[in-house]
């Protein structure tokens, strides 16, 4: 498991065997948890779950109230399995479920995933050059 540190209003995992950061998480002013995580790109023998897991764990355990979590998709596999589902069919409020975030947010008890299309830029296609949502 990712060893996890806080500063201020920043958690942070750490990979015990590099040293190197592989995820963090913060929370917004309505209680939502950003998350992202670095795993591929530390090329970390370490999961996204058991950090983004680890993450949680160590946010619920300081008494931080979590509401839900949040997506910000601008590029990257969310993003990439969010357009797969959407051009396999699904309605983008299903889609987000087809995702990492969104599957671990079901599992977390966040069954509900909102758009918000205002901040989101749609290809022709139906599918999402950008992408930000939450679930809760």
């Known amino acids: 498991m990712p060893k996890v540190t806080r500063n201020g ?16 998480l913060t929370m917004d002013a309505d209680g939502y948890m950003n998350l992202a995580v670095y795993t591929k790109a530390a090329q970390s023998e370490l999961r996204g779950n058991q950090v ?8 619920e355990r300081e008494g931080v109230s979590i509401r839900g979590m949040r ?10 399995s ?3 589902a959407i051009l396999a069919g699904a309605p983008p409020e ?13 599992g977390y008890g966040y069954p509900n995933s909102r758009i918000d299309y205002t901040r989101s830029v749609r290809n022709p296609d139906g599918t999402f050059a950008k992408a930000e949502l939450w679930f809760d």
């Open 52 to 59: 983004l897991s680890a993450l949680r764990e160590a946010a």
């Open 9 to 24: 209003d920043m958690f942070a995992a750490v990979d015990p065997s590099t040293g190197e950061t592989i995820g963090a």
């Open 71 to 80: 997506g910000l998709w601008y590029d990257g596999d969310n993003l990439a």
């Open 94 to 106: 299903k889609a987000a479920f087809q995702t990492f975030t969104g599957k671990m947010a079901n």
């Open 82 to 84: 969010f357009n797969k």
